[in-house]
Nanobody
Framework: QVQLVESGGGLVQAGGSLRLSCAAS????????IAWFRQVPGKERDFVAA????????SYADSVKGRFTIARDYAKNTVHLQMNSLNPEDTAVYYC?????????????????WGQGTQVTVSS
């Protein structure tokens, strides 16, 4: 069973940047789609970005388009989420998720494995 290990969260000022990483432990990404979702207390877990490991196709939520970039790192079997121009509305717990397929999906139910989450806090 694939286990996902997230890293890179933290506290940053508005306008700053962070890079989140999602590594697969106990397996490798192959015919997978890998996504980032985020959640604030009392709200649903929302889609942020996704990538097809084989296809390289990407998808972004409108709220992060142009600021966030999701990318594959074949050598490290890792997916990164580069987050620039952060604002306080980006504060949330960010979760990495893995599903199967070629085209990235925005739907939570397409993803079978989830990481433990990493906190991102953006101060104003």
């Amino acid at each position: 069973q694939v286990q996902l290990v997230e890293s890179g969260g933290g506290l940053v000022q508005a306008g700053g940047s962070l890079r989140l990483s999602c590594a697969a432990s106990g397996g490798t990404f192959s015919s997978n789609i890998i996504a980032w979702f985020r959640q604030v207390p009392g709200k649903e877990r929302d889609f942020v970005a996704a990538i097809g490991w084989s296809s390289g196709m990407t998808s972004y939520a409108d709220s992060v388009k142009g600021r966030f970039t999701i990318a594959r790192d074949y050598a490290k079997n890792t997916v990164h989420l580069q987050m620039n121009s952060l604002n306080p509305e980006d504060t949330a717990v960010y979760y990495c998720a893995v599903g199967f397929g070629m085209a990235p999906s925005r739907e939570r139910n397409m993803y079978m494995y989830w990481g433990q989450g990493t906190q991102v806090t953006v101060s104003s």
